[in-house]
C-alpha cells in the first residue's frame, strides 16, 4: 500500500489533526502482576504511576503504558512494544545486568551482541517480558 492515499476512505482529504498531536496509550498484559511489575519497574527502570486492581500504569518516557491484568496471555510472535534507543548495544548491556535477556529471532542474522542490522542501516534488538511478550529495541542509523 505505500504511496497510495489511504485518506479519502477516512473520509478527510489530509491526515494531519484529529490524534497525531495526542500522546499515545501503550498496552501490554499480564498474568503475574508482581512479576510484570518488578520487570517494567525495575529491569526496564519505568516508574509505576498507579496498581489498580485491572492494571499497572508505567510513565514510558511521558506515554503511558498500561499493563492489564488478565487471566490469559496470548503472546504473538512479533514485538508489542518498542523503543528508539541511541546506543543499542550499550542498552542491550545494561538490561542484561538487571537479567533481561535477548532473544533472537528467527530468520535474522544477528551480531554476537545480538543485534540485527537490516539493510537500511537500523539496528534491532529483542527481549520478552515475563509473560512471553517481545519487546523491541531499535538504534536509527543517524545515532
Not at 52 to 79: C, I, N, Q, W
Not at 96 to 113: E, F, H, K, L
Not at 115 to 120: E, I
Request: charged share 15%.
Amino acid at each position: 500500500m505505500s504511496g497510495r492515499n489511504l485518506a479519502p476512505m477516512y473520509g478527510r482529504p489530509d491526515t494531519g489533526g484529529l490524534l497525531s498531536s495526542q500522546l499515545i496509550i501503550a498496552h501490554a498484559a499480564t498474568t503475574q502482576p508482581e512479576r510484570a511489575r518488578a520487570f517494567y519497574g525495575f529491569a526496564l527502570g519505568l516508574m509505576l504511576t498507579e496498581d489498580t486492581p485491572r492494571a499497572l500504569l508505567f510513565d514510558a518516557g511521558g506515554s503511558m503504558l498500561r499493563v492489564e491484568k488478565v487471566a490469559h496471555v496470548v503472546a504473538p510472535p512479533y514485538p508489542i512494544l518498542g523503543w528508539q534507543v541511541a546506543d543499542i548495544a550499550g542498552t542491550l548491556k545494561a538490561l542484561a545486568a538487571r537479567a533481561v535477556q535477548r532473544v533472537p529471532i528467527p530468520g535474522t542474522m544477528s551480531d554476537r551482541d545480538g543485534v540485527w542490522t537490516a539493510p537500511g542501516g537500523f539496528k534491532y534488538a529483542w527481549f520478552r517480558d515475563p509473560d512471553g511478550n517481545i519487546l523491541s529495541l531499535m538504534q536509527s542509523p543517524t545515532t
